[in-house]
């Protein structure tokens, strides 16, 4: 049983302060909370939704194709033949290829309809002396297309490889290939000239200086902004090597 004596008497001043409580009107005793510590105002709404954004990672996309499957990732990334204005894609082929006679509709269609920040250029391969030939024609043909000397430079590369895959004209001397060029309206001083220039020279010693670096051992062969090498056996089709070159094409686009 507990000692009356033992329990402690409230101090003074604590009852004090017990009358006071007990006489003060319970209203002022509520505590009083600003409106700004409940809720946000607008313009702080605002703000702290703009921060959720902002540290928000956004999705990182799902990519199709897998490096070192469909295409070969080339470290360090290699130079391309125009700026860093667009995202470069390079055909490496040659005439008398057959699989690149297949396949120049296909890629003429995709250029068609290539996004506007890409850039599509075609390389010769030139690992014999009639390869060398060819591309001394397809330089030869580009030039004078810049400068007006062929209307239709694509029409003159599709030409060419009727001639060869169709004709069985092999055009296999600098006259069979002037006589080619006469058919598009090119006189046989221009011809002469132009395939003597050192403009075309420039442009061969650039080709083959870029499939060294690129290592390019099969035609056709695609090559995505000096980055990525690709081509139907990686990717499994024709089509499907399209498919890849559009992936690479969106991933150089997203950095």
């Known amino acids: 049983m507990t000692d009356p004596a033992a329990v402690a008497e409230p101090a003074a001043d604590e ?34 939704l703009a921060q959720a954004d902002i540290d928000t990672p956004a999705a990182a996309p799902e990519w199709q194709f897998r490096e070192g499957q469909h295409y070969i990732r080339l470290v ?9 204005d667009k995202i470069e894609v390079a055909e490496f082929f040659y005439y008398a290829c057959p699989h690149c006679y297949t396949f120049e509709p296909m ?16 390389i010769p391969a030139m ?6 030939q060819h591309a001394r024609m397809y330089y030869t043909a580009n030039v004078l297309a810049r400068n007006g000397g062929i209307e239709d430079e694509a029409a003159f590369n599709t030409a060419v490889y009727e001639e060869y ?10 006259a069979a290939i002037q006589k080619l060029f006469e058919r598009f309206g090119v006189s046989a001083d221009e011809f002469s000239r ?16 870029l499939a060294r670096r690129y290592s390019i051992q099969s035609t056709p ?18 089509p499907k090597l399209l498919e890849v070159i559009d992936e690479l094409v969106a991933r150089e686009s997203t950095r």
């Open 221 to 238: 062969t695609m090559v995505v902004n000096g980055k990525f090498r690709t081509g139907a056996a990686e990717a499994g089709s024709y």
């Open 107 to 122: 890629i003429k269609r995709w250029v068609s309809t290539k996004p506007a920040n890409v850039r599509f250029v075609q």
């Open 15 to 48: 009852l004090a302060a017990t009358d006071e409580a007990a006489d003060a009107d319970p209203e002022e005793m509520l505590e009083v909370v600003e409106e700004s510590a409940a809720e946000p105002a607008a313009d702080e709404q605002e703000i702290l």
């Open 76 to 84: 360090p990334t290699q130079p391309t033949l125009g700026g860093a």
């Open 165 to 174: 895959h169709r004709r069985g004209n092999r055009l296999g001397s600098e």
């Open 127 to 132: 690992w014999n002396a009639p390869l060398i």
């Open 194 to 209: 132009t395939w003597n220039s050192f403009e075309v020279d420039q442009k061969l010693r650039v080709g083959a200086d």
